[in-house]
């Protein structure tokens, strides 16, 4: 079964000034939920939604996509198998998303979304 893109995440330094950067170059207008700090959600002009916002100090500038899939935890298995690693295990924000960072063979960063299609 394929895994479709679900979300993506712009996170830099100052997330107010990527909201501005991004909102002010394509037009994206964004929804900053209480309690989600500096972490504005956009549907990007109507196509795949995601976020902009503050990265963390770990991961202070990054961008990723985010994939759908049935089982997190069995996704971080094979992908730990295949030559990559966990950056982030199956963290859930209840009543929200149940998500996972993965970091492929060549480092790059790759969200994780747990779902049906």
Do not use: C
Request: charged share 20%; net charge negative.
């Amino acid at each position: 079964m394929a895994s479709n893109l679900v979300h993506f995440e712009i996170m830099g330094p100052d997330g107010d000034a990527s909201k501005a950067f991004y909102g002010d170059l394509f037009g994206w207008g964004f929804d900053s939920p209480e309690g989600f700090g500096d972490y504005h959600l956009t549907a990007a002009g109507g196509g795949l939604g995601g976020a902009v916002g503050k990265g963390s100090d770990e991961m202070p500038s990054y961008v990723t996509v985010y994939l759908q899939v049935p089982d997190i935890d069995a996704h971080l298995e094979e992908i730990g198998a295949a030559g990559g690693r966990t950056i982030q295990p199956r963290t859930e924000i209840p009543d929200m998303v149940t998500f996972a960072l993965l970091a492929d063979p060549a480092g790059n960063v790759i969200g994780l979304v747990e779902g049906d299609e």
